[in-house]
């Protein structure tokens, strides 16, 4: 299946999104929130945050507990609390205050997992970074570009389906697609263009 093709079609069907942040620091700090958390209350936990602290000095130093009350109720809040200090100081101490620009470098900053670390280098840095959360996972399994239920390996297959110039945008279109469409429980297939092409499709048809 062509990877142009899918995106060019996944754009046509969604609105687009719009990022709440556009610098590396707030975006990787969003990103480490928004691990098993909705993207609405991501957003109004990096927005309160960020009004307190908006600088990545002024978080280094803060206190674990009003970081911990600020960012409530994200997932697993109390343990990002101490992550979201912890990587500050460890950008201030040893990257000069500056977000790394490498995957090696920045999955060495607590909290930050693969999905993460591609978001910051595709929509902070300027770099090709493909993440896959859960609606890529969900996404590439239905469409058939992936027969793995293991992000780190539905990444490597996605890169060799989609160009390269491209990396950076399957996650902010298929995250969409996910929303708006392909949904987890009753996606709306009658309205998707992909669905003569879609696995789930076929396979969802044919037992009905």
């Known amino acids: 299946m062509d990877g ?7 754009e046509k069907m969604v609105d687009p999104h719009i990022a709440i942040w556009d610098d590396a620091f707030r975006i990787l700090i969003t990103g480490i929130l928004s691990t098993r958390t909705k993207d609405e209350v991501t957003d109004r936990a990096s927005l309160r945050l960020f009004c307190k602290f908006p600088a990545i000095e002024m978080l280094a130093m803060a206190s674990p507990e009003i ?5 409530k109720p994200v997932g697993f809040y109390k343990h990002k609390s101490h992550d979201i200090i912890d990587t500050s100081r460890m950008i201030m101490m040893k990257h000069n205050g500056r977000v790394p620009d490498t995957m090696e470098e920045l999955l060495e900053l607590p909290g930050v997992g693969r999905k993460v670390a591609n978001i ?14 859960t609606h890529v996972q969900r996404i590439s399994f239905r469409l058939g570009l992936s027969p793995s239920e293991k992000p780190e390996e539905t990444e490597k297959i996605l890169k060799k389906k989609f160009p390269r110039k491209r990396w950076n945008e399957v996650n902010s279109y298929f995250v969409e697609f996910g929303k708006q469409i ?8 009658n309205r998707c263009d992909l669905r003569q092409v879609c696995k789930y499709w076929r396979e969802h048809e044919n037992s009905s």
């Open 4 to 10: 142009n093709f899918i995106l060019d079609r996944i």
């Open 120 to 133: 910051v280098l595709s929509e902070g840095v300027g770099k090709e970074g493909l993440a896959v959360d």
């Open 67 to 71: 970081v911990r009350d600020l960012i």
């Open 182 to 189: 392909c949904k987890p429980i009753t996606p709306s297939c």
